[in-house]
């Protein structure tokens, strides 16, 4: 079976992430930017598992959604705190931590 | 019980106080330490008697037993245990330790009440008679440099036990740091004998010497030996390692009369005496003790002469005596060293004891060119003091008069270079009755002083503000320092219960070997040094008597030669320190070896720590290394922190980077 088309999409969806992650300056949009990316990772570890006709990509895929909740749990609870402090929501302006 | 059991008894006891009083500390109240401490030492003391009943029990062949609980270490060629050794000897010390402390105890049930630190003291106390029982039990040499280190240990504590006294800390480092050249030196002589007889048990290392051995004076024995005398000098004040005794005076006067002047110090004489069969293997190491032995009897002699502290010229006259002890035991006069140990204890602690009664009477003061005129005043001291200083010089029919011409008459048979030495023992001996009865006729004679008036009306003399004797400094009397209330032994009934015991004991404790008619002492130690060569050549029964008629002359002589310079005419000691000026300010700089340490030791230390400070320290170490490592990191730190922006989307655009730039070196070199 031919998965390169699958690929392709999933090529497509990482690099559209990426770029919103270098380009866009709200973290809302950035989260929702890791989002894609990882979904597009999740797509190519399903074209793969068809691929070998194994179930391990699956489960893998399935483990990925797991982490990717807890990540937006976490992405969330940042960004509603940012907001209630008062903190400009742009991640530009949040550059203390540096060297 | 077996005699080993009852032994280590005798051991535990002193222990469980000290744990019982110092966890207690808090809840015993009044008295309650005091009691505690004396009643476990005295528990002590009627098992060190019912071991000493038990061992005679047994054949006189086979008076050697040891006891093992546990082992420490035990390799191929260590056999280091916790095993006592129960022989005559250590009995016999065990006896003389445990029946003196007891008495000082009790002594300082009163004598320390009104201290702060009263419960502290018996802690300690309890503490330091454990160490010195753990030192004359101990079955091999690694126990032995145990309670030796406790024992030092303990001594330091004791002379700084006020510990806001400067001059008591000052004192108290530096007998530590002379002891511990001490324990140095014990431990590397160990080390020097154990290299050859690949054990550490004290019994099996007297066996294997003559088979080690084989030839009298090997070198590595004798470095070995003079590596031991130096712990044994270290620990008895011996010359030129004494200067930290006097200055232990600072110390409370209960501690004087048990560790600096009945126990502690003799611990030297023990350890010549527990190692006789290497001493005689090494003859050359053996005279060398001897010759110590007499220069510091001589040295310390003099020096009480011009003393004019009451407590330092007790203090002078025991490193005399223990001169005489290292003396004895160095030449092989073993049970005559031992015996003067023991009387010695008796008499010393008594004299400590009355001193520290005296100087309650005086409101602490020590200067004897302070005192005077306390004889209608302290009947009871004076007594007890008469007692003690004839005891001390020698004169028929007290304990001192046997056991010092038992030394010296063993000298003179021996004859040749160790009569020489009986000669310095005769003229330490007039010295000896010269300098305690200065003492005597200066504190109990002539015109009563304010106190001594105070006193005989009825009132104790009672200081406002206590000073420190040695320096003038204001004192209060909270913890640290010496209590408000002084105590005397005419109105403290533990101080007189005391004192008493050991008068009886300065007074018939000659009774322990007298010539041609017994002997009791020197057959009863006779097991532990069966192996001896030389206890054999002992005088006979005529010349010993002789010796002892010269002894009691000399003794006479000194006493004469004292009431005339400081009663029948006084003004003759003023007379004669103006005229025999240098000689006077030589002694009175106490030979100027204090001086002497300073320059040779301590002056080149000190350069030698501040050329480290300056060069190595500053230079190298904190130049170069530490600075070295230090620029190092900060420069790799200067450089990386530029790749640190905060930008969020930066570190993004760099990971993707760096992912991309991998796959596609994986790509390129896959293909």
């Known amino acids: ?99 | 019980m077996s005699t080993t059991t009852l032994a280590w008894i005798v051991l535990l006891c002193p222990l469980v106080g000290t744990i019982v009083i110092g966890a207690g500390f808090k809840v015993l109240k009044g008295s309650a330490a005091g009691v505690i401490g004396t009643a476990a030492i005295g528990l002590s003391f009627a098992f060190a008697i019912a071991t000493l009943i038990s061992l005679l029990g047994h054949d006189p062949q086979h008076r050697e037993l040891t006891s093992s609980v546990w082992d420490y270490a035990r390799t191929l060629n260590i056999d280091a245990r916790m095993n006592i050794l129960v022989d005559p000897l250590s009995v016999f010390m065990l006896l003389v330790v445990t029946g003196v402390s007891t008495l000082i105890h009790l002594y300082s049930v009163a004598y320390m009440e009104s201290d702060r630190g009263y419960t502290r003291f018996f802690a300690y106390l309890n503490f330091f008679v454990f160490s010195m029982l753990l030192l004359v039990l101990a079955g091999n040499f690694v126990l032995l440099i145990a309670g030796w280190a406790f024992v030092g240990a303990a001594s330091y504590i004791l002379i700084s036990f006020w510990y806001r006294r400067t001059t008591a800390t000052r004192a108290g480092l530096k007998a530590f740091v002379i002891n511990v050249v001490g324990d140095v030196g014990l431990v590397l002589g160990t080390f020097f004998i154990f290299g050859h007889t690949g054990t550490v048990d004290l019994i099996k290392t007297f066996h294997l010497v003559p088979h080690v051995f084989p030839h009298s004076n090997n070198a590595d024995l004798v470095a070995g030996c003079l590596l031991l005398l130096v712990g044994a000098f270290a620990k008895s004040a011996q010359v030129p390692l004494h200067t930290w005794l006097p200055d232990a005076m600072e110390g409370p006067t209960p501690v004087s009369a048990l560790i600096h002047a009945a126990t502690m110090v003799t611990a030297g004489v023990y350890l010549i005496a527990r190692m006789h069969s290497l001493f005689e293997a090494a003859p050359a190491a053996a005279d060398v003790g001897a010759i110590v032995g007499g220069a510091t009897l001589l040295i310390a002699a003099s020096i009480g002469l011009v003393a004019t502290d009451l407590k330092r010229v007790i203090a002078y006259s025991t490193m005399s005596q223990i001169g005489y002890m290292v003396m004895a035991v160095s030449v092989g006069a073993y049970s005559a060293g031992l015996y003067h140990l023991m009387t010695h204890a008796f008499f010393k602690a008594l004299l400590f004891m009355a001193a520290g009664s005296l100087i309650s009477a005086m409101g602490g003061v020590q200067s004897l060119d302070r005192m005077g005129g306390f004889r209608k005043a302290m009947p009871f001291t004076f007594a007890m003091f008469i007692i003690g200083g004839l005891a001390l010089s020698g004169l028929p029919p007290f304990s001192g008069w046997l056991s010092k011409d038992d030394i010296i008459g063993f000298l003179d048979h021996r004859g040749g270079g160790f009569l020489l030495l009986g000669i310095v023992g005769y003229t330490g001996a007039l010295l000896t009755a010269i300098y305690t009865f200065r003492m005597i006729f200066r504190a109990f004679f002539g015109q009563p002083v304010k106190e001594a008036q105070e006193l005989a009306d009825g009132h104790l003399h009672h200081v406002d503000v206590p000073r420190n004797p040695a320096t003038d400094e204001v004192e209060d009397i909270d913890v640290g320092f010496p209590g408000s209330a002084h105590h005397i032994a005419e109105r403290a009934v533990p101080m007189k219960v005391a004192m008493s015991g050991l008068a009886v004991l300065a007074l018939i404790g000659g009774a322990a070997q007298i010539p041609g008619v017994d002997h009791a002492l020197s057959s009863f130690l006779d097991t532990t040094f069966a192996d001896s060569t030389i206890i054999r050549q002992e005088p006979s029964t005529s010349a010993a008597w002789i010796g002892l008629v010269i002894g009691a002359g000399i003794a006479l002589a000194g006493i004469g030669i004292a009431y005339v310079v400081w009663i029948a005419r006084p003004g003759t000691s003023a007379k004669l320190i103006e005229r025999f000026a240098p000689v006077h300010t030589f002694l009175i700089n106490k030979w100027y070896f204090d001086e002497l340490i300073e320059f040779l030791i301590v002056r080149p230390a000190l350069w030698f720590g501040r050329f480290c400070e300056t060069v190595i320290e500053r230079v190298f170490v904190a130049g170069v290394i530490t600075g070295g490592t230090v620029s190092i990191i900060r420069a790799g730190g200067a450089l990386v922190r530029r790749a640190q922006t905060g930008f969020v989307r930066y570190y993004a655009a760099v990971v993707v980077a760096g992912i991309t730039l991998t796959a596609l070196y994986f790509l390129l070199t896959s293909s």
């Open chain 1, 1 to 99: 079976m031919a998965i390169g088309w699958y690929l392709v999409v999933s090529a497509l969806i990482f690099v559209i992430g990426a770029a919103g992650v270098l380009t866009r300056r709200n973290p809302l949009v950035i989260l929702l930017c890791l989002e894609l990316m990882l979904n597009a990772a999740n797509l190519a570890l399903v074209a793969f598992a068809r691929l070998h006709g194994r179930e391990d990509g699956q489960i893998f895929a399935l483990i990925v959604l797991v982490v990717a909740a807890c990540e937006v749990t976490v992405g969330l609870g940042l960004i509603v705190a940012m907001y209630r402090r008062g903190l400009p929501i742009d991640v530009d302006e949040l550059n203390e931590l540096n060297g």
